[in-house]
């Protein structure tokens, strides 16, 4: 009988231990997992500074093309202003997206005015969707005569 009492005394032991021990392993996995989570986070915010970065780059490369542009075009026909040109690149940027459109084989119908106003308007409403965001951006002040009355 008193080897059934220590057989008994043992058996209760090594069921706390292996407890203690599930218990541990439980503790370890949740404390890898959130370990895990929060490197994730950390690449995607990595990630996230480095596409910012690089959207910052492309747009300052598109700003330095349309200077270098604009300036060409100015160089090399006279009688024209910074605007009628920039115009001139919205028109053609305008029609490059329709001819995207166009050639793409899942797109839907665009219906849009193609009268002469309605690209002068088309041009406007951008140059002013553009100057809009401007006063926003730190360093930039509105011009004075702007083009939108606010």
Do not use: C, W
Not at 46 to 73: H, P
Not at 116 to 142: M, N, R, T, Y
Request: charged letters at 25%.
């Amino acid at each position: 009988a008193m080897n059934e009492i220590n057989k008994m005394k043992r058996l209760r032991i090594a069921a706390q231990d292996e407890g203690e021990a599930v218990k541990i392993r439980a503790i370890k996995e949740a404390e890898a997992e959130a370990a895990r989570t929060e490197i994730q986070a950390k690449a995607d915010a990595e990630a996230k500074f480095m596409q910012g970065q690089g959207i910052a780059r492309q747009r300052q490369a598109i700003i330095s093309g349309l200077r270098d542009s604009v300036n060409s075009f100015k160089a090399e026909v006279t009688g024209v202003d910074a605007k009628n040109i920039l115009d001139l690149m919205i028109v053609t940027q305008y029609f490059d997206m329709m001819k995207d459109i166009g050639a793409q084989s899942k797109t839907n119908a665009v219906f849009m005015n193609h009268s002469p106003g309605a690209l002068d308007e088309l041009a406007s409403a951008v140059q002013k969707g553009f100057l809009s965001g401007l006063p926003a951006a730190p360093g930039f002040a509105v011009p004075q005569g702007d083009l939108m009355q606010r």
